[in-house]
């Protein structure tokens, strides 16, 4: 008996302790296949989905041992708020349409289409703009309800900087922006709550990450890319598109805007967890961050995102 209660207490002792952080909707799923793969080895983590600024929010005050945002911080906001920004993976997020007049067919859209649509200044999905970008496809006499994040959300900021690329209008107000309001159709908060609305009203329109989009069965939008070229969001598209950016040694961030590859998704974006020099005590969670990003593609894979590029991974592991 002492000898299986020592084997025991020493098979527990290699089972090290979970960080707990909140933050991005986009990677909920991921985290929660991070750390089933990987919690007995590097802790894991608990992670609570509550929008990219809220994650900016605990980072910076050291409530929790990390947040994740959408939103990469600037070297200057890392320095100034004592934090350390590690990419955790490619992603993209999807713009949602439920029209089942279209049979499964794919829908083209771009941003000044999207815009004038948020706006309130395209309500049929058999407007002309629409059908302009989609000739030969049956697009209904219905109505479209725009639904749209109200919450603090790193996916809103990639949506609207899409929006604002193309839209003048959009670009002076709401501009780019993660905290969006007073947009036509319905604001709700979180990213599962866009999936549930998109998908129980026929003629809606929203956005969330591929791998949700793909889980729900919705449809997903091909957007017009920099190079005026129509792109679904894919694992080429995502890694054209990451393959293309610009990485930041300082920050560890990517510059996607716009992204000039031929193939690249537009609306491409990066997770960045952050971890703050002020914790509070808590599980230092680097190490957990550094065997996922390096070890834990086949779970990127699995959630509808696309691994870092090496370069990007080489950073990673260089993260103390």
């Keep these: 008996m002492g000898v299986a209660l020592a084997l025991a207490l020493a098979s527990l002792s290699l089972v090290q302790a979970q960080s707990s952080g909140t933050g991005s909707t986009l990677v909920r799923d991921l985290m929660a296949s991070w750390t089933a793969q990987h919690g007995q080895t590097v802790g894991g983590a608990k992670y609570e989905p509550s929008g990219s600024s809220a994650g900016i929010a605990v980072a910076r005050d050291g409530t929790a041992d990390f947040g994740i945002t959408d939103v ?3 070297a200057a906001a890392l320095q100034q708020g004592n934090l350390r920004q590690i990419p955790l993976a490619g992603a993209a997020v999807a713009v949602i349409v439920n029209l089942p007049e279209l049979g499964g067919k794919p829908i083209k859209l771009t941003g000044d289409i999207l815009a004038s649509i948020y706006l309130g200044e395209i309500t049929q999905w058999n407007h002309s ?8 496809l049956p697009l209904p006499a219905r109505a479209i309800t725009p639904v749209w994040r109200s919450d603090g959300s790193g996916q809103s900021y990639v949506f ?3 929006l604002a690329r193309s839209n003048s209008k959009w670009r002076r107000t709401p501009g780019t922006s993660n905290s969006l309001s007073q947009l ?13 609305a998109v ?10 990450s591929l791998g949700a989009a793909q889980k729900a069965q919705l449809a997903v939008a091909e957007l017009r890319n920099a190079s005026d070229k129509f792109i679904a969001p894919s694992a080429a598209s ?11 040694a300082d920050s560890l961030s990517a510059d996607l805007d716009g992204s000039p590859g031929v193939n690249s998704y537009p609306m491409t974006a990066v ?6 020099g002020n914790r509070k005590g808590g599980v230092n969670p680097v190490a957990f961050f550094k065997a996922a990003v390096s070890g834990g593609d086949a779970q990127v894979t699995q959630n509808g995102f696309v691994p870092l590029p090496a370069s990007a991974k080489n950073l990673v592991l260089q993260v103390r």
């Design 184 to 196: 036509a159709g319905r604001g709700v908060r979180g990213g599962a709550a866009v999936i549930e």
């Design 238 to 248: 995502i890694n054209e598109a990451l393959s293309q950016a610009r990485w930041a």
């Design 129 to 136: 703009q629409i059908t302009a970008a989609n000739p030969g």
């Design 160 to 162: 609207s900087s899409y």
């Design 271 to 276: 997770p960045y967890a952050l971890i703050s």
């Design 72 to 74: 990469p911080l600037t």
């Design 199 to 208: 998908k129980a009203t026929p003629g809606a329109i929203g956005y969330d």
